[in-house]
């Protein structure tokens, strides 16, 4: 069965200093791998994927994140954090050759002080 | 485009009401899904579909039933409303396969079931 852990329910960081919010799963098959944000009283946001090829993905808003196969990790990172930055974060998984069923973890509140 | 769009945004439901939820996007993707959204759970997954007349279920598919009779609809239905679907309802899109895949989320339905 596919599953998500995002081990942290908060990460707090201050503004200029780099953030790293947590994420492992666990697949039968080829992970595809997303982080979506969530603002207040908002839907998510698509921030950025993992599908094949490089194990470093860059998203949007400057967020990057590494897939570590022997790890099984999907940690989404950012150089320089912002106070804009302060939200809900989801990791989301899906089997690449299986169902088109959605995993997604439990979020992380990042708060970014100034 | 208006994207994904959900109604009503806010619904209050006596044990035992049905009703039910809707969602549209105009982007043409193939695949909708339906989440719900509780505090400490994340979001689960409901029910979703790959393309008209087509339907699986979610993680958490019980007391809600779903069709999809065009590619721009796929309305959420609660036959007999409990206060455990007391939720935040998301509906979102994509098209399928490894490109473009990341999911567009309607800004949510909550739902208070009295």
């Known amino acids: 069965a596919q599953s998500v852990a995002q081990p942290e329910d908060q990460v707090n960081v201050a503004e200029g200093n780099p953030l790293t919010v947590k994420c492992t799963y666990s697949?039968?098959?080829?992970?595809?791998l997303f982080w979506y944000v969530q603002y207040p009283n908002r839907g998510l946001q698509f921030l950025l994927k993992?599908?094949?090829?490089?194990?470093l993905v860059k998203g949007s808003y400057g967020f990057e994140a590494e897939f570590n196969k022997s790890q099984t990790s999907f940690h989404l990172k950012k150089p320089s954090a912002l106070v804009s930055d302060s939200a809900l974060y989801f990791c989301?998984?899906?089997?690449?050759?299986?169902?088109?069923?959605?995993?997604f973890g439990t979020g992380t509140r990042l708060k970014v002080l100034a | 485009n208006a994207g994904v769009t959900q109604t009503p945004k806010f619904q209050v439901l006596k044990t035992g009401q049905s009703m039910t939820l809707q969602c549209a996007q105009d982007?043409?993707?193939?695949?909708m899904s339906w989440y719900r959204q509780d505090p400490g759970m994340g979001l689960r997954l409901i029910h979703y579909s790959v393309g008209a007349g087509i339907t699986d279920q979610g993680e958490v598919p019980n007391g809600y039933n779903v069709s999809r009779s065009t590619t721009e609809d796929f309305p959420l239905r609660l036959l007999s409303a409990a206060p455990s679907q007391t939720s935040v309802y998301f509906c979102?899109?994509?098209?399928?396969?490894?490109?473009?895949?990341?999911?567009?989320f309607g800004p949510g339905t909550r739902l208070t079931v009295l």
């Open positions: 993992y599908i094949t090829g490089d194990n």
């Open positions: 979102a899109s994509s098209y399928v396969g490894q490109r473009n895949n990341e999911q567009f």
């Open positions: 982007m043409n993707h193939e695949y």
């Open positions: 697949v039968s098959g080829n992970p595809y």
């Open positions: 989301a998984v899906r089997d690449g050759a299986g169902t088109y069923k959605y995993i």
